[in-house]
């Protein structure tokens, strides 16, 4: 079953904070995060692994909490370079399952 | 360079026929998968393979074949019985193995359009 995300879509100006949940209904082991371009392949930005855990990559982090089954991404002062599909991604058994994504639009 | 590569990139099929989209990587991973990506869908996974001579059926494996003889190699086979084949399709792998702390990578994916 595919992970949950939310919104379906955000739209910011430059400098504005945005927030992309993923949920899922089974245990959760680890998360990753991709994100996608129009007309791309998807592009890794972060794997979390146990619960509590925190990453961050410049100015985009993650949590995971394992016991609530989900993760945020955390896009803190955007730029227009963050625009396009985040992806949340979980791992069951082999099978590597994305949520329907998150559209991000960035405006200067 | 290592990597994993699609092709064609963009692929046109008539109704009825079935068409092979290719899928090449070079990173010595186990695992591989398709996926299909339509417009507001995201990614939905269509097949997986841990390891050579095995796979299994993801979500949406209806009107799909694959086969994995080889390990850097796992081709797609769209068939006639696929009612709505008209899909970007992305190819992925990972080290595999229980590998959860390691990402997928992408291929540039096939654009595929019946007409």
């Known amino acids: 079953q595919q992970p949950v995300q939310s919104p379906q879509a955000v739209i910011l100006r430059e400098g504005e904070d945005a927030v992309i949940n993923c949920s899922s209904s089974?245990?959760?082991?680890?998360v990753h995060w991709y994100r996608q371009k129009h007309g791309e392949a998807p592009v890794f930005l972060m794997i979390?692994?146990?619960?509590?855990e925190q990453k961050g990559h410049d100015k985009i982090s993650a949590s995971f909490n394992e016991k609530k089954q989900q993760s945020s991404l955390y896009l803190t002062a955007s730029q227009l370079s963050y625009s396009g599909t985040y992806f949340c991604g979980t791992y069951s058994y082999g099978k590597l399952t994305f949520g329907q994504g998150t559209i991000l639009t960035v405006h200067p | 360079d290592g990597g994993i590569t699609q092709s064609p990139k963009y692929l046109f099929r008539k109704e009825g026929q079935n068409v092979t989209l290719s899928c090449e990587q070079n990173?010595?991973?186990?695992?591989m998968y398709w996926y299909r990506q339509d417009p507001g869908q995201g990614l939905r996974l269509i097949y997986y393979?841990?390891?050579?001579?095995?796979?299994q059926k993801g979500d949406i494996a209806e009107g799909y074949s694959v086969s994995r003889e080889k390990k850097e190699s796992f081709p797609l086979t769209v068939t006639s019985a696929q009612k709505n084949p008209t899909a970007f399709y992305l190819c992925?792998?990972?080290?595999?193995?229980?590998?959860?702390?390691?990402?997928?990578?992408f291929g540039q994916g096939t654009r595929l359009t019946v007409v």
């Open positions: 990173l010595n991973h186990d695992a």
């Open positions: 979390l692994l146990k619960g509590g």
């Open positions: 992925a792998s990972s080290i595999g193995q229980g590998g959860t702390n390691t990402e997928a990578f």
């Open positions: 393979s841990q390891i050579v001579n095995d796979f």
């Open positions: 089974k245990a959760l082991y680890s």
